[in-house]
Every structure is written in structure tokens, then in C-alpha cells.
């Protein structure tokens, strides 16, 4: 049996399930500084083996995996292109100015993919005016651009433009597992177009703490003494790398039926007279403007309060994210009940 786990904010808020609670239980464990945690090390190589590089590393969040990442690929003062909706830009707290010196060049991406010509013209050439561009950052999937998974033909186009400047190429890719399963192809398609790779253990895939850093070994060993500097050297922590296991071995498959229901979801919310469909719908996430309500974001959090779901507004955009502890049946009942509370427009 599934625990509901009634709640559109995130799926951040994924809780494990009942194997990965044996799994904490029983792990067994070792300091990681010292590379001594059995279950950590495993995890590691799992990671790094899924995804298509050398070599793995455990960290606490995706917003760590990304400012670890950034920081093994750059050095102070550079230049570095996201895309101007990048989680790692809006939502890591600037820790790309703070921790590392570094210049955010943006570029506005279409569906959140950067057009390789877009990208040439904003790497800097060889100047005494110019910081150095050193590094690429791609999103897949793009959050803010919907859930769109980014596929390997647009990844390929990126790559090669990065290549032809010699910067590198770090994916955030927090929900690359949703990207692989949405178009079909194995994960490694997409992973090949980077030499650094975050993913979260801790959204869809629902392991409650963590993500990987994967990627040479080169890379990652940098990467890891980022980690130390940062105070993320966990010691024991095969305690939370037991049901990063899990996620990545038995986790992968079931984000088919996100996707399904995010569907369902958005076949009902447009036929609701005032609510708009932001996005397309690809993957986990659905986008909705409220405006047309006449409510809220405040409103439609209450409304959807009385239905016993959390659901959180900014302004009159609304993000709507399915993930394990929702069911069909659920999407379901939630859409006849919100279909009854909406003002008549
Ligand atoms: N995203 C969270 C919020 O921070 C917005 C969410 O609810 O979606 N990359 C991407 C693309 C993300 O969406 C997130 C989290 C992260 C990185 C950061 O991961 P964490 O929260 O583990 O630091």
C-alpha cells in the first residue's frame, strides 16, 4: 500500500517507501571522509554506473551537487552560461557569486534548451577586457520551463558548441530520470552530453535525503574536496545512502505513472472556465494561471485545503507536481472536487 501523500507543492516532499525504511534500518556503515561507509561507496558506483561516468559522489542536496560541481569546473572569476530560468541562477541562493567568484552570463532558452547559436555568441573570445567562459549549464528536465525534458539531439547541438570553445558541460539534472523515462531512451543518452551530472535521489525517485554528482574522476575528486570545504563530509552516512539504492534501482520505472497522471491533471484543470495551461505537459509538473478565477494564489491554496491537498500559488501561477504517494484515483477525486469550489466565470 502507497501513503497518500496529498500534496502538489514539490516533489520534494516524497517520503520513502516502506522497503527504503528496512534499508536505513539496516545498512551498513563507515565513516565517509575516510571513504569507509560500505553502503555509501556502493551507492557511488551504482550512480556512476547508471549514468555513464567514471566516478560518483554523495551529497545532500541538488543545490550542492550544482555549487560542487560548478566550483570543480571553474575558477575564480570566470564566466559560465545557464539558461536565464536555470534553477542553479533563480535558486540557489547566488552561491555561484558567493562561493566562487563567478560571472552568470544568462541566456533566454526555448523550452529551456539554449540554442547552440545563442550560446557561440555569448562565449567570450579571447580578450583583455573579458573574463574567461569556462562552463555550460544545462537543465534537464527544466523546471521552469514546465518539466521539459531536453532530448539528446538538443543536448548533442549544445555539447558540441561547448566542445568547439573547450568549456565544460555540467547538466543539473534533478530530474534527468524524468527526462529519460518522458522520451524513451536510456538515461546515458542524455547523460553523454556532460562531464559533470546532479541528480536528486530525493524528488520523484523519493529517497528522503541526497543527490549524486557523477563524472570523471577528475572532476568528481574536485568535486569531493568542494563537498569537505562546504562541510559536507557526512561520516556515517549509509544511513541515507540505503534508499538512494533503492531510488535509483526500483524508482526509475514508476515516474511513467507521474507523467500519466500529471496528464490527467492537465486534461482536467482545462476544462475549468478560467484556469490556463502554462506549459507543455511532458513530464511531472503542470503550470496553471489562476488569473482568470478571479483568485488568488492565496485563494486557490485554500481551496484546495478544504479538498485536503497542498497546493501553493505565486501570484496567480500555480505549479502542480505529481509524484509517488499520488494516485490515479486521486487526480481524480481532487479534479471533481476543485471543479465544484471554482467561482462560476
Ligand atoms: N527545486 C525545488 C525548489 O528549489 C524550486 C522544487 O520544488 O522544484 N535543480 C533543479 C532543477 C531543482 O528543481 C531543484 C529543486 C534543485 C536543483 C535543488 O535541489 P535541492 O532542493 O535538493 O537543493
Known amino acids: ?51 555513464g561516468k567514471e566516478a560518483g559522489l554523495f551529497v545532500t542536496s541538488g543545490t550542492q551537487g550544482n555549487a560542487v560541481s560548478v566550483l570543480a569546473h571553474t575558477e575564480r572569476g570566470d564566466e559560465i552560461i545557464l539558461e536565464a530560468r536555470s534553477h542553479i541562477y533563480l535558486n540557489e541562493v547566488g552561491g555561484l557569486a558567493v562561493m566562487g567568484s563567478l560571472m552568470a552570463r544568462t541566456i533566454k532558452g526555448e523550452l529551456g534548451w539554449l540554442k547552440p547559436e545563442d550560446i557561440k555568441t555569448a562565449i567570450r573570445r579571447d580578450n583583455i577586457h573579458y573574463p574567461p567562459t569556462s562552463l555550460l549549464c544545462v537543465e534537464n528536465t527544466h523546471n521552469s520551463a514546465g518539466g521539459i525534458p531536453l532530448t539528446p539531439e538538443q543536448l548533442k547541438a549544445d555539447w558540441n558548441v561547448a566542445k568547439d570553445y573547450d568549456l565544460g558541460v555540467h547538466m ?51 568535486a569531493r574536496k568542494y563537498r569537505k570545504m562546504l562541510g559536507g563530509g557526512m561520516r556515517q552516512a549509509g544511513i541515507i545512502a540505503a534508499p538512494g539504492i533503492i531510488a535509483l534501482t526500483k524508482m526509475v520505472d514508476r515516474l511513467a505513472d507521474d507523467h500519466e497522471n500529471a496528464k490527467l491533471l492537465e486534461e482536467g484543470l482545462k476544462r475549468i472556465e478560467g484556469i490556463k495551461i502554462l506549459n507543455p505537459v511532458r513530464t511531472n509538473m503542470v503550470y496553471i494561471d489562476i488569473a482568470g478565477l478571479g483568485w488568488t ?46 467561482p462560476m466565470v
Open 1 to 51: 500500500m502507497v501513503e497518500k501523500n496529498l500534496d502538489f507543492r514539490s516533489d520534494t516532499v516524497t517520503k520513502p517507501t516502506p522497503e527504503m525504511w528496512k534499508a536505513i534500518a539496516n545498512a551498513p556503515i563507515g565513516d565517509d571522509v575516510y571513504r569507509e561507509d560500505p553502503t555509501v561507496n556502493k551507492l557511488e558506483h551504482i550512480a556512476a554506473e547508471i549514468l
Open 172 to 222: 543539473d539534472g534533478a530530474r534527468v530520470f524524468n527526462a529519460a523515462v518522458a522520451l524513451g531512451v536510456d538515461v546515458k543518452e542524455l547523460t553523454q552530453y556532460a562531464d559533470t551530472v546532479q541528480i536528486c535521489l530525493s524528488k520523484g525517485l523519493s529517497a528522503p535525503i541526497g543527490s549524486m554528482v557523477v563524472g570523471t574522476e577528475e572532476l568528481v575528486d574536485r
Open 297 to 342: 494564489g492565496l485563494e486557490w491554496g485554500e481551496a484546495c485545503g478544504k479538498l485536503g491537498w497542498r497546493s501553493r500559488g505565486y501570484g496567480t501561477t500555480v505549479r502542480l507536481c505529481t509524484h509517488y504517494g499520488i494516485e490515479r484515483e486521486d487526480i481524480v477525486s481532487f479534479l471533481e472536487g476543485i471543479t465544484k469550489l471554482v
